[in-house]
């Protein structure tokens, strides 16, 4: 019910805010012993791709970016954030660029800890 909430809040923060603008949020855990165990020592970004094109996700820290994978038009995909981009004093930014354009949108700042999981919705826009 949280999570169906918060992608409700999310959908309108992007009827109103900048239109192709992937948005960065965290996800609220899941509390089964099994989960937390497994989810230790590692940080998500679950990337949910609304735009027909297929995009490539990078994560981006200072100067430095590191190629998560590939996420297929209209559907979900789980990536690990590389544990040295984790828990450090500098946040990151995730950078969506699909395949079909030359340039590349980029997310909010967002700090990342082990064990988080980060949604990036990308718009259908």
Do not use: W
Not at 46 to 60: G, K, L, S
């Amino acid at each position: 019910m949280s999570s169906m909430l918060l992608h409700l809040a999310m959908s309108a923060v992007m009827a109103t805010g900048a239109p192709g603008v992937p948005i960065a949020y965290h996800v609220v855990p899941d509390t089964t012993r099994a989960a937390v165990r497994a989810a230790i020592r590692r940080a998500y970004v679950e990337v949910d791709n609304r735009h027909f094109n297929d995009a490539n996700v990078f994560v981006i820290q200072g100067l430095r970016s590191v190629r998560l994978g590939t996420v297929g038009g209209l559907t979900s995909q789980r990536f690990v954030i590389p544990n040295d981009m984790v828990g450090g004093a500098l946040p990151v930014r995730f950078a969506v660029r699909r395949l079909a354009t030359r340039r590349a949108t980029l997310s909010d700042e967002i700090s990342v800890s082990q064990g988080d999981t980060v949604g990036l919705l990308v718009p259908p826009f």
